[in-house]
């Protein structure tokens, strides 16, 4: 593996990581607070997404306008079953769904979740810098490299992989930051 395949790889970690960081509540309405709900449509499992169109009226107030209303019944048992934990409301053409403010224990939850998905990520970072590692030993051992070269290289995947680290910690504090904002 070069930097730039092993800079790739933790790029995409590092994009996982925010993903699933922009999936916990924050106090304000979001759309992306939607994005792991899916649903059977035409026995198809097909994300919510796909099936409507999805907007922030205001802080408080997610519309979900479906592009078919026959789904709607669909779209609204979807949500209710889902882990988001709030109800929909139902007018006949959209979906609203109220997001109430967080308590502070709720969001002391919401803070270790995003501490266990950027725990997640670090992992993969690690995991990618151990595969480059072993391969820079097995070149070395083949012959390929000498030992100073495989130590260097080493000791840039190291730095590398330090950099991405810091990064997740980086994002990880912003977003603890924007779920404690009252």
Avoid at 5 to 29: D, H, V
Avoid at 123 to 133: F, G, H, Q, T
Wanted: charged share 35%; with cysteine; net charge neutral.
């Amino acid at each position: 593996m070069n930097e730039k395949e092993i800079q790739l790889n933790m790029n995409k970690s590092i994009e996982a990581t925010q993903r699933s960081f922009n999936t916990i509540r924050t106090g304000r309405a979001n759309a992306s607070l939607l994005d792991r709900i899916s649903l059977e449509y035409y026995d198809v499992e097909t994300p919510l997404k796909s099936l409507a169109s999805i907007t922030t009226q205001d802080s408080q107030t997610i519309s979900i306008q479906p592009f078919d209303i026959s789904c709607l019944p669909l779209i609204e048992k979807a949500i209710s079953i889902s882990d988001i934990g709030m109800t929909p409301n139902n007018d006949g053409k959209t979906i609203r769904i109220n997001v109430p403010p967080l308590t502070e224990e709720r969001r002391k939850e919401f803070c270790k979740l995003a501490s266990k998905y950027a725990e997640e990520g670090k992992v993969a970072l690690r995991n990618i810098r151990r595969e480059a590692i072993d391969k820079e030993k097995k070149e070395e051992k083949d012959g390929s490299i000498s030992l100073d070269e495989s130590r260097d290289n080493q000791q840039k995947i190291q730095k590398i992989t330090d950099q991405f680290i810091a990064l997740i910690e980086s994002k990880l504090a912003e977003k603890e930051k924007e779920i404690l904002k009252v």
